[in-house]
């Protein structure tokens, strides 16, 4: 599985802002894809995730209510993210595996390159 990730950048507080992660290769139907992100300093952290079939998805509690990840039609995972503060600052990765929901980085065998969000107060 390859995933490319795209759509980060230069935002003021309170903005909006859609990340996408498109997947190539092996897409079956037990492939789970999540949002990671890392903030300088920090330890890489989970955001979000969804199956590939949509009908599930996880959210950490500081994502809850102001962002949202669906896949399209186009084998894309899209993370779209609302309202956001200066502590979303950080590198956004998404991540790949197959199998169960996991929010720990290390059940996920497939990375993509990071996405630079910066969020201006």
């Known amino acids: 599985v390859q995933l490319q990730a795209s759509g980060g950048g230069l935002v003021q507080a309170g903005d909006s802002l859609r990340l996408s992660c498109t997947a190539s290769?092996?897409?079956?139907?037990?492939?789970?894809v999540g949002w990671f992100r890392q903030a300088p300093g920090k330890e890489r952290e989970f955001v979000s995730a969804?199956?590939?079939?949509?009908?599930?998805t996880n959210y950490a509690d500081s994502a809850k209510g102001r962002l949202s990840i669906f896949r399209d039609a186009k084998n894309t995972v899209h993370l779209q993210m609302n309202v956001l503060k200066p502590e979303d600052t950080a590198v956004y990765y998404c991540?790949?595996?197959?199998?169960?929901?996991?929010?720990?980085?290390?059940?996920?065998?497939?990375w993509g390159q990071g996405t630079l969000v910066t969020v201006s107060s």
């Open positions: 991540a790949g595996r197959f199998g169960s929901m996991q929010v720990s980085t290390k059940y996920y065998r497939y």
């Open positions: 290769g092996r897409t079956f139907s037990s492939l789970v």
């Open positions: 969804v199956t590939w079939s949509g009908d599930r």
